[in-house]
């Protein structure tokens, strides 16, 4: 039986893993230098604007949802699509930005803007251009959008990794007592493509071998096997990586965006999924009432020991 098609088409399926792991490692590094500009202009917009409220909803829902976590990090088990809320907060930005007025500086400072609660960027001149905030708006949207298909096609990747390294973990066959009453191991059995029972085996599982000196014929193909040309690696793989020849990502924006809108209509989280949810949220919002009450004491011991009276008192 010829082995040579199995072999390479088992040569090629590693190749092709090989491929999309490093492929899969390079968007990752991509992810990450997007995730930096993304973060950068909103900082910039922060420095226009000097709104924390906006700044805050657009860079948590960033990164909750495109920043690149760590591959320790437990995956959910079903994604709920993510373009209803870039969209909603940066309309939600652009619709402020609209109606609001502009930050203005007064004498205090100079004519210059100060940043405020996260940051306190000072050298911007107020008050700025609604033209230029919406542009900006739309410029955080667009590599959001480029992110979101890169996030997408880097999620792809790493499910046909899964499934083709589910495929590869067979468990190997366990000895019998009827291979060993025949004098068979399985494992060898199972390594060769021929049927068992057109060899001749010996106890150890192993063809015989003939005693014949070896024909003309049998010398010429072990001469040409050992002048044959050795087999390719697949360290051409990564050398097409490295010298840049090679594209990683062939991003389609515009189908990211309809798959997207088709996945946000016709989602609905089972039931464990909206039942783990609400435990996060209940315990979210009860650590959040024990930080309001140890700052409520907090505030309370300090008022009570500016005033002169023991901590252990009540005020009145």
Not at 239 to 268: C, H, K, T
């Amino acid at each position: 039986m010829n082995h040579e098609p199995s072999a390479s088409a088992e040569r090629r399926k590693e190749n092709r893993d090989n491929f999309n792991r490093k492929r899969g490692a390079l968007l990752d590094d991509l992810l990450r230098h997007l995730d930096i500009l993304v973060f950068a202009e909103l900082s910039a917009i922060y420095y226009m604007d000097c709104s924390f409220f906006r700044f805050a909803i657009r860079s948590l829902a960033h990164l909750f949802l495109l920043t690149p976590k760590s591959a320790q990090l437990p995956n959910l088990s079903a994604n709920p699509p993510i373009i209803g809320t870039i969209f909603g907060t940066t309309l939600l930005c652009i619709v402020m930005h609209l109606y609001n007025s502009p930050p203005s500086a007064g004498e205090a400072t100079r004519g210059y803007l100060h940043g405020g609660l996260a940051m306190d960027f000072i050298g911007q001149k107020g008050p700025s251009s609604k033209i230029h905030l919406i542009l900006l708006d739309l410029l955080v949207l667009s590599v959001q959008v480029v992110q979101m298909s890169a996030h997408l096609l880097r999620e792809r990747i790493r499910a046909n990794l899964a499934s083709s390294a589910d495929k590869a973990a067979i468990p190997a066959a366990p000895q019998r007592v009827e291979d060993e009453e025949r004098g068979v191991l399985r494992s060898a059995e199972q390594q060769r493509g021929e049927d068992i029972e057109m060899q001749t085996l010996n106890p150890h599982g192993q063809t015989a071998t003939s005693t014949s000196l070896p024909d003309e014929g049998e010398l010429s193909s072990e001469r040409a096997s050992l002048l044959a040309q050795p087999q390719r690696t697949d360290a051409h793989i990564f050398d097409a990586f490295n010298s840049g020849q090679i594209v990683i990502a062939d991003l389609d924006i515009a189908g990211a965006v309809r798959q997207q809108l088709m996945a946000y209509r016709s989602y609905a989280p089972d039931s464990e999924e909206a039942e783990r949810g609400r435990v996060m949220r209940e315990r979210e919002a009860a650590r959040a009432r024990e930080w309001r009450d140890g700052i409520l004491r907090a505030i309370r011991t300090a008022r009570q020991r500016a005033r002169g009276t023991p901590a252990n008192v009540p005020e009145p």
